[in-house]
């Protein structure tokens, strides 16, 4: 082999060891959930504040369902945009039935903590519904919730894992602005289609102009359809919380014990 090629060659493994190195290092990097060294359990609310203006609500009574959602370990996800949704994400967005994911948050286990829910959601296309409070701590100090607007075959709106933690800090307000989501599990395209379930769930979507999963987005002027606020109400700093040894984490350092040695002891002569 001439001298050119063989430093070709290693040019080539070179670049592929550096590619997998960082991957590596990248894949190792924990979520941002982990880091939180916030003291106590901080207690919020939630308000979601609707704001639908475009594209324009349809005449048959345009309303929100009871918004839904936990705080979590960075190992729990309760929906992601390009996940599949699951069966109680479907139920939220095609009928606005909350129950099913409600079971899903406590077969999570220690996982969730504390379920974020309303007594009812907005009877109309914009208005304001709070939230009862629910807790966070530094094992748990991420946030998702969903709402299904209506009518619709499956898009809801959401947030997806936002941190109310700073370091060592619990955040006074959080403001999270709303985007309109396709649960990927029917194929209607306007507000009023009829049901059609799609037996392969796709990927959820985020519905924006001219989008192939809704044609009433041809008109979508993309101002958004409100906010989540999350305002913190309180911190017990006597409970922390218990640690639910989420694998995404690193494993807690602990200083090891060392049984101290034993003076010897002399019998007199």
Known sequence: MA?????????????????????????TTPPAGCSCTAAGTASYTMTFTASWTSPAPPSSFPHWSSP???THSPCYTMWERGGIATNGIEQMAEVGFTGGLSNEFTAAGSQTLSTVSTNGGISSASGTV?????????????????????????????????????????RTSVTHNLNLYDAG???GLTWTSPNADIATHQPI???????????????????GFGTFVF???????????????CAMC?????TPTTTPTPTPTTTPP
């Open 250 to 254: 690193p494993a807690p350092t602990t």
């Open 185 to 187: 599990t029917d194929s």
């Open 68 to 70: 839904i959602g936990t």
């Open 205 to 223: 979507l985020r519905l924006e102009k001219d989008s192939p999963r809704a044609t009433v987005f041809s008109s979508y002027t993309g101002v």
């Open 130 to 170: 709070t939230t009862r409070s629910f807790t966070a701590d530094k094992y748990h100090p991420l946030v998702s919730v969903t709402s299904m607007i209506a009518p619709s075959p499956d898009w809801f709106v959401g947030a997806n894992s936002l941190n109310l933690c700073d370091g060592d800090q619990w």
């Open 231 to 245: 305002t913190r109400q309180s911190i017990d700093v006597s409970n922390s919380g218990s640690n639910p040894m």
């Open 3 to 27: 001298p050119s090629a063989n430093w070709s060659v290693v040019l080539v493994l070179f670049s592929l060891t550096l590619v997998v190195m960082l991957e590596s290092a990248q894949s």
